[in-house]
């Protein structure tokens, strides 16, 4: 019997039933293993898949179905208006962070030639959509990983992207002679040994991209304390942060003497990214 795109779906979304993602994840998943856009799938849902694509899609599914993110199993991400080739060494970028990337647009204005760095840049995601959205403006990413830097150039090149710089550094510990307009970071925030580490996609991300001391602010302190002088002056600092810490990280912004200091909710409700401002 030959199977349906449609009935490959249906059997997958039941035996992933156990995931809220169970309908997204499949859909994926087939489209990778059909080498087809989603849309497809809705236009020819009785398209009879081959015996090597049913193959291919029942072993992937079973990956999933063990817990395994899908974009380690196709290897890509969508974000922002890009598709970005993952690793496992770095974050999977998450719609959260999209966020970020809306506030810093705002903080960019729309056409000015500024300079911008996204601190621990890991796939590219957040410098590769500002980059593109802002031609005009140079942008510095920086990673602790030479291979982390090298996915993200990688993944810059697909678009053709000639105004990101790519850093070896320590968040700004390599930048001692730059200054910028924009700092941004997705940085590591998680509490070791939080519960939520336990559970779902990030049980197969690496700890360094997760894991932060000093319950989780550690490397939100060294960046706020840093970007004070790596900023212009009113230039503007904006960071991701853990949905109950933003008390906190204003309060480290305030140490530090930025003005300006505010936090914005994502997509469900939490406040997610605090930014400020510094004057000298
Ligand atoms: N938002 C991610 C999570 O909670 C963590 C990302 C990060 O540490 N920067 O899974």
Redo the contacts with the bound molecule.
């Keep these: 019997m030959k199977t349906t795109v449609q009935a490959a779906l249906t059997a997958a979304i039941q035996k992933l039933v156990m995931s809220e993602t169970a309908r997204i994840d499949a859909e994926i998943i087939l489209g990778y293993c059909l080498s087809k856009e989603l849309s497809y799938l809705y236009t020819w849902p009785e398209a009879i898949l081959s015996d090597e694509q049913l193959r291919c899609f029942n072993a992937y599914i079973e990956r999933r179905w063990l817990g395994e993110p899908v974009a380690y199993i196709t290897g890509y991400r969508d974000f922002w208006n890009q598709r970005l080739i993952v690793s496992e060494n770095v ?1 999977i970028p ?1 719609p ?1 962070t999209e966020l970020l990337v809306e506030r810093s647009l705002k903080r960019l204005g729309p056409v000015e030639v500024l300079s911008v760095a996204d601190l621990g840049t890991g796939t590219g995601a957040i410098a590769i959509a500002i980059a593109s959205e802002r031609p005009l403006c140079n942008i510095t990413a920086t990673d602790v990983s030479h291979a982390n830097l090298s996915l993200a150039c990688k993944n810059a090149n697909v678009y053709n992207l000639e105004n990101i710089h790519f850093i070896l550094s320590n968040w700004l510990t390599s930048l001692k002679d730059k200054t910028f307009h924009v700092i941004i970071s ?5 509490v070791k040994n939080d519960i ?1 580490l336990t559970t779902g ?2 049980r197969y991300e690496p700890e360094e ?3 932060s001391d000093e319950n989780g602010l550690s490397d939100i302190r060294i960046i706020i304390r840093d970007s004070k002088r790596a900023l212009k002056n009113g230039g503007w600092l904006l960071i ?1 942060h ?1 949905y109950d810490q933003s008390r906190d990280v204003q309060d480290i912004f305030k140490q530090y003497g930025y003005t300006g200091i505010g936090s914005y909710k994502d997509l469900n409700g939490w406040p997610r990214i605090t930014e400020g401002q510094i004057y000298y």
């Design positions: 974050l998450r959260e997705n940085p590591p925030y998680i939520h996609d990030v991209a997760l894991v991701e853990g």
